[in-house]
């Protein structure tokens, strides 16, 4: 029972403290881990430990370019029992993307097998599948047995694994990262190996160089997928001189069997007969191909890209996407500009140069400030490789010292060995050397005896004091230093240069011309329609100019309200009672076949409201708005286009007003006639009409009782003329208007006889 009472009670260890504080504290520590162990790249060899790992296992592995592929399942599995405790699908997925050419400028693992595609198809299992590292992969690793690094226990401390990877390569720029942390994230583009060396160079050779010069050499990205990057210098040079910005990439038309230049270079294939179609050869980075032949697909079955007939796959190993368009008078910019705005042709990618430092400090970087810190790593790592170096020379040297000695008594040495049974405090006493020196001689095979001969010994010897002194005089310069640094860089250079098919630059920085203005109605094709509103609010469009005398069928208990000729290109304009004016597509109504639909269910109509106007929108048009209170004004039919379903309130009216009139003015007009329910008639100049946007307007005509019951607008030379009653259908002209002009506001006398009765013109 004794034990039972030592033992401790687990609520001894229940800590009090308030919630919020401890919480904080629990989540900062899983931030801070997720921000320097995970997500972020350091910037010395912009690997984040995941990939670190399993290039280091693919190493243990000895999967140097030379030897045979493993299975991909090896190296997960190494990787997640020794280094990186986390689940396999996670690791495998890391090691699929080093491995892929169109995910990676300058890939890493060289894979055996379906490591997946563009489309967006995955990869195989890794059971299946087979890798080795690159010769990439070993640039970066160089060194690691050159002390140039710290080395540092695995989680179960049963390993050691380097903290960073000493190489020369520039992964951090070469291949770019991207990582989502807590409270922060990082995206680096990929870019041209030689153009950041080439700026390397510079700032080495001028620490306090502007960042201008360094844009002059460094371009911007060099995506693995190609592509256009079509911003302006300026906003290229700004997000890289503060770390943060964004590029506009576009896919490339590009089209290698056409016969001239600037068809090759703008896409276009010709196919006879006038007859065209655009090649796509290079898609924006991490778009997949899959998807956005999906996505072309559905903007045409939705009819939002009419002037494109048809899109096809034609790809193998290179891309090869076909766009045929609807005929072959469209326009090929207008094409490619409405392709770029309405898909992923054209794509933004965010730059966002958030990196941990030397001391694992995250922090946004500007381009010169980045290479400088890694400029300084590979400066220390050159140290570590030197120091490291002339510690084996020191250790080497001891012995050869040794070796010689042994050398010039020989005889004397094996008498020793073969005579003591303690040889080694004999020899050290009586040849005064070192311990190792001793014990390297009596572990000499008797086969390397041949070995002792002076001069080579003595050569060796001075061929090491020679890079000792070389080696103690570049760790005492540091312009030895940067001269070697510079050195080294070249030779890199060389394996990664603009003439290497890896090298050469595949995205192309250029800004783009300006867009060819387009709107989306330049994508209707335009054909005749006849647009029918009834009286109840059903709306249809007849295809052609149906006769509007004709006989329109409707529904039991409604009948014919409006009629008018358009076009699929125009807006029409629906204006109801309430003064509030809708626009409506004429390409957006329904067919003729049946009674059509409610335009309710198109516009935001209110229900106590009636539609009393429908006008084909003439763009610079005038519309005459006049209400049953005898206020009125002209309207510029473009000041009213409504963008919304809601529609544009334009005339203002008080409790009790509705909105009776809506015509349109036409150029020659100079008059307005008006007539109110007192059958009384004014007329005066058009002039005396304000032009407004909204508003109530100016009185038009004076009432005692009643209101306006109509208002037209006309020329004075020619008269007013109104329509007879009667099957005749005749036109009645009044010249002699002039007779009832008077100025606006008037209370008007009795109109011509035969004017008709229901106060109308």
Known sequence: MATLHDEKDPFDAIVDAP?????????????????????????????????????????????????AFKKSARVVGDVIGKYHPHGDASVYDAM?????????????????????????????AYRYTEARLTKTALRLMEGLDEGTVEFIPTYNGEEQEPEIFPGLFPNLLANGASGIAVGMATNIPSHNVAEVIDATLELIDNPHVEHARLMELFQGPDFATG?????????????Y?????????????????????????????RLGGGQWQLVVSEIPYQVQKGKLIEQIAQLIADKKLPILEDIRDESDENIRLVLVPRSRNVDPELLKESLYKLSDLETRFGL??????????????????????WTTSQIDILQRRSRHRLEQIARRLELLEGYIIAFLNLDRVIEIIRAEDEPKPVMMAEFNLTDRQAEAILNMRLRSLRKLEEMQLRQEKDALLKEQDELTKLLDSPARQRTRLKRDLGALRKEYGEDTALGRRRTTVAEAAPAVEFSMDAMIEKEP?????????????????????????????????????????????????????????ADKLPGARGFGEPIRNMLDIDPEAQVVGLIVHKPKGQLLLAATTGKGFAAATDEILAETRKGRQVVNLKAGAKLR??????????????????????????????????????????????????????TLADGLSWTMGGETGRTRTESEIWQWKVARGAAGRLPPQGFPKDNRF
């Open 241 to 269: 001189e503060t770390g943060r910005g964004s590029f506009r990439v576009r896919a490339r038309f590009h089209a290698a069997e056409a016969e001239k230049a600037e068809d090759r270079e703008a896409g276009i294939e």
């Open 227 to 239: 592509g256009l990057i079509v911003d302006s210098p300026e906003m290229i040079s700004h997000a």
């Open 529 to 585: 329609v006849t647009v029918i509103l009834s009286q109840k609010g059903w709306v249809r469009g007849a295809k052609g100019h149906v006769d509007l005398a004709s006989e329109f069928k409707f529904k039991e208990g409604d009948g014919p309200a409006f009629a008018v000729h358009a076009q699929t290109t125009d807006k029409l304009l629906v204006v109801a009672d309430d003064g509030r004016i809708y626009t409506l597509g």
């Open 96 to 124: 699929v993307r080093l491995a892929q050419d169109f995910a990676l400028r300058y890939p890493l693992v060289e894979g055996q097998g379906n490591f997946g595609n563009i489309d967006g198809d995955n990869a195989a």
């Open 661 to 714: 009139v809506v015509r349109e003015i036409a150029e020659a007009h100079d008059h307005v006639a008006v007539v109110g329910d007192n059958r009384k008639l004014v007329v005066f100049n058009l002039e005396e009409l304000p032009m407004l946007a909204r508003g109530q307007g100016v009185t038009l005509q004076r009432y005692r009782d009643g209101g306006l019951s109509d208002a037209i607008t006309f």
């Open 352 to 373: 966002n140069m958030n990196v941990l430092d030397a001391h694992r400090t995250p922090m946004v970087m500007g381009l010169k400030e980045l290479l400088t810190h």
């Open 19 to 67: 919630f919020d504080s401890a919480l904080e504290e629990r989540y900062l520590v899983y931030a801070l881990s997720t921000i320097t162990a995970r997500s972020l790249p350091d910037l010395r060899d912009g690997l984040k430990p995941v990939h670190r790992r399993l290039l280091w296992a693919m190493r243990q592995l000895k999967l140097d370019p030379a030897s």
